[in-house]
């Protein structure tokens, strides 16, 4: 009767069938848990789409390029090079730059909305190392306990695994899931925009290879053999199809008539709905598209404008995520250290609106000199600098509204002047 036939005479399953145990507890890696046959989001979408990949790469570089910066808990800026926590932060591990360990650190948070730190600790040292995880090597030990969801994360190395407890772990998550412990990714936001535009790419690639024309439809009057059919297709294939034999005529008999299968490229239009595609992702990367090359989308007034509002709106929260887990992780192994943040002054992207901020604080009247150098981060001048210092020629309201009599000139009677030529009169 066939599959359809089958389907509609099955019958259903009896209700007195005795349920089946409960299977046993599956580690499922975050992608299995986010959604059921889902593509690779390493492959499929960092790999594969040049907007994912240009948008990861901006975010990342943008985050590992400022540096960080620690104080000790009486607010002054630690600057030995042979502190500990200087020191790890500098070389976070031996294959790593603290810049390449950031940069890796933003790029799993792009492509999976998660990253996991593991430090290496020793009972004499402390922390000696950093090394960062994707949720693809990272399995969690659910509780389904709202307040502590994870009772241990199981690490894989490749050769071995390793079990470690939730604070032997430092979890970096981007947004709230439905799940309970694993963030998403902007990726998987803009999944069907990503799956959209890689689509469209290998239809273009197929319709170039194909002579940029559809499929086609032969039609033999009379039956063919398998051999013949064979010849037919090969025949078709190499003097029609590829970019090589473009323009190529095709020659049929009277026997025989060939008709176009599919759309065409004009028909389909894949221009404007990959540019839409592009777009869409970079607004779930909160990456303005002029960045990755949209030179038609002039969302803001230049690429300068574009720049500032991304570091504000992307740059900035990143680095609050990112340094706010990892301080809150690693000052309590360091009793000297009061803060771990970072310098914000290196956000170039950001140089416009300090270059604003510094000269409004400079320029601002109500302010003493020692209050706009600890805005800047600057020690006090002592006593001299509480003064508030204003320009000397502005005059109180109350002395300006009377207006100053001024004494017309008077000409000195004793003074005849220069006598006339004509008239020999003084003037």
């Known amino acids: 009767m066939g599959i359809i036939g089958d389907l509609l005479t ?27 046959n889902m593509w690779s989001q390493f492959v499929d979408g ?42 790890l932060l500098e ?19 792009g492509i999976n909305g ?17 090394w960062c995880f994707n949720s693809g090597e990272v399995t969690p030990v659910r509780t389904n306990n709202k307040f502590e969801p994870v009772s241990a994360w199981i690490l894989n190395f490749g050769d071995s695994t390793r079990t470690v407890t939730p604070d032997e772990l430092i979890h970096i998550k981007l947004n709230n899931s439905s799940d309970k412990v694993f963030g998403v990714s902007p990726m998987y936001v803009a999944r069907i925009n990503v799956e959209m535009q890689n689509a469209a790419g290998v239809w273009n690639k197929n319709t170039l290879e194909n002579g940029a024309r559809p499929s086609l439809i032969m039609k ?19 003097r029609q199809q590829g970019p090589e034999n473009n323009g190529n005529v095709m020659i049929i008999d009277d026997q025989m008539d060939a008709t176009p299968n599919g759309f065409t490229a004009v028909e389909m239009d894949f ?28 969302t803001y007034a230049n690429l300068a404008e574009a720049r500032s509002q991304y570091a504000k709106s992307c740059v900035l929260p990143e680095l609050e995520l990112i340094y706010g887990e990892l301080s809150s992780y690693l000052l309590p192994w360091y009793d000297d250290v009061g803060r771990m943040t970072y310098d914000v002054a290196q956000v170039q992207d950001l140089a416009g609106d300090q270059t604003a901020m510094y000269t409004a604080i400079t320029t601002c009247d109500f302010l003493t000199t020692n209050e706009k150098r600890e805005i800047f981060g600057y020690d006090d001048v002592g006593s001299d600098g509480d003064v508030i210092l204003t320009n000397m020629s502005r005059l109180p309201l109350n002395e300006a509204v009377y207006a100053v009599p001024v004494q017309p000139m008077q ?12 008239t020999g009169e003084s003037l």
């Open 10 to 36: 099955r019958k259903a399953s009896p209700a007195t069938v005795p349920a089946k145990p409960a299977p046993p507890m599956q580690f499922l890696s975050s992608s299995q848990l986010i959604g059921k």
């Open 46 to 87: 960092f790999e594969r789409n040049p907007y994912v990949f240009q948008c990861i790469n901006i975010r990342a570089g943008s985050v590992s390029s400022v540096p960080p910066v620690i104080f000790d808990t009486a607010g002054n800026e630690i600057t030995n090079p042979e502190h500990p926590l200087k020191k």
């Open 91 to 109: 070389r976070p591990n031996p294959r790593q730059s603290w810049a390449q360990f950031i940069s890796q650190v933003e790029t799993y948070l």
């Open 114 to 130: 998660n990253a996991f730190i593991y430090p290496v600790t020793t009972h004499f040292s402390g922390i000696r190392e950093l």
């Open 220 to 238: 033999v009057h009379g039956s063919l053999t398998s051999k013949q059919r064979k010849e037919l297709r090969a025949e078709v294939r190499n």
């Open 271 to 298: 221009v404007e709905g990959m540019v839409m595609n592009s777009r869409a992702i970079c607004v779930a990367y909160n990456v303005p598209s002029e960045l990755v090359g949209d030179v038609a989308n002039k």
């Open 411 to 422: 000409q000195d009677p004793g003074d005849g002047g220069e006598p006339d030529a004509d």
